[in-house]
């Protein structure tokens, strides 16, 4: 399997329209356009990539795709669905056609599941998967509503060390991200901030899973080079970070891909309902104040 470090994309899923299917025929561009823009691998069927709102069969052929076309990029597959049974088929199936990893949200439905409700959930899923699979939990509270505790880790590391390789702390909490690099030497921990990659990386962080390197791989990649070659990682962070600025949690999807229109020479593609895509108003104004970044204004 490939190593699993540095800037990974959570890449954009393309949609035909708004309640069509998967467009698969624009997948390959995709891939392509992100290893040319230095990422180090890729995660798909994330929150950015909008894996919640398609079915299983959908996201194992996108995974099949993906694989297809990966060249030298390492692949992580979100899984995590609210029903365990559909997790553990979605995962079985990424990790038969070869990811690197899979990243597993906690079960998103039922509000506040105990700690050993959803120990019990990440153990029955290790036990139904082959003991050299690569188990990532994703702990993104603000989403799921079910935060991925020290008690779970603790727990999950006791009963499946051998499968439980790492953690996205998409919380934007530096100081929770702190907290687990320095408690978990074991584990791979991923910032999922892209205002907080400089400061992982300087802090032993494996990398960043980075939803802004979707549309703009290259400002996330330029973080990474300039800690790793000596470079201006103040300058190349905030530039980032101004970017990342522009898009707020609300609508980060639709303006990732009204952004990659006219960040790659890819067509453009949908978003899958409930989201909307920007107006033209609104995809006018982010692209302005982007090229003002740019610019140094």
Not at 64 to 85: D, F, K, N, P
Not at 103 to 131: H, N, W
Not at 155 to 179: A, V
Not at 206 to 228: N, Q
Request: glycine share 8%; proline share 6%.
């Amino acid at each position: 399997m490939a190593e699993i470090q540095g800037i990974i994309s959570a890449m954009l899923t393309p949609f035909t329209s708004d309640v069509g299917p998967v467009d698969y025929e624009w997948l390959p561009g995709y891939v392509q356009f992100l290893a040319d823009g230095g990422m180090h691998g890729v995660l798909a069927l994330g929150t950015t990539g909008e894996g919640p709102s398609m079915s299983v069969a959908e996201r194992i052929r996108t995974l099949e795709i993906i694989m297809q076309h990966r060249s030298e990029l390492s692949v992580i597959a979100g899984t995590g669905c609210a029903a365990l049974t559909d997790t553990i088929a979605l995962s079985r199936a990424a990790v038969e056609l070869g990811v690197d990893a899979i990243l597993v949200m906690p079960p998103f439905y039922i509000k506040q599941p105990s700690e050993t409700g959803i120990l019990a959930y990440f153990r029955a899923l290790c036990d139904a998967l082959p003991a050299d699979a690569r188990v990532m939990l994703y702990h993104i509270p603000q989403v799921t509503g079910v935060p991925i505790t020290t008690t779970i880790i603790d727990g999950l590391l006791g009963s499946h060390p051998g499968q439980f390789f790492g953690l996205k702390d998409s919380s934007g909490d530096w100081e929770h991200s702190k907290m687990l690099i320095d408690r978990y030497p074991q584990l791979r921990i991923f910032t999922g901030s892209d205002r907080l990659i400089a400061r992982a990386l300087a802090d032993g962080a494996a990398g960043a899973i980075t939803a802004l390197s979707s549309a703009f791989p290259r400002l996330a990649r330029a973080v990474f080079d300039a800690y790793h070659n000596g470079g201006d990682v103040s300058a190349a962070q905030a530039r980032l970070s101004a970017v990342r600025d522009l898009i707020n949690p609300i609508n980060t999807p639709p303006a990732l891909k009204a952004a990659l229109a006219w960040t790659s020479n890819l067509p453009e593609t949908a978003l899958r309902l409930p989201l909307m895509p920007l107006s033209n108003e609104e995809a006018a104004a982010l692209r302005a104040a982007y090229e003002r970044i740019m610019a140094g204004e």
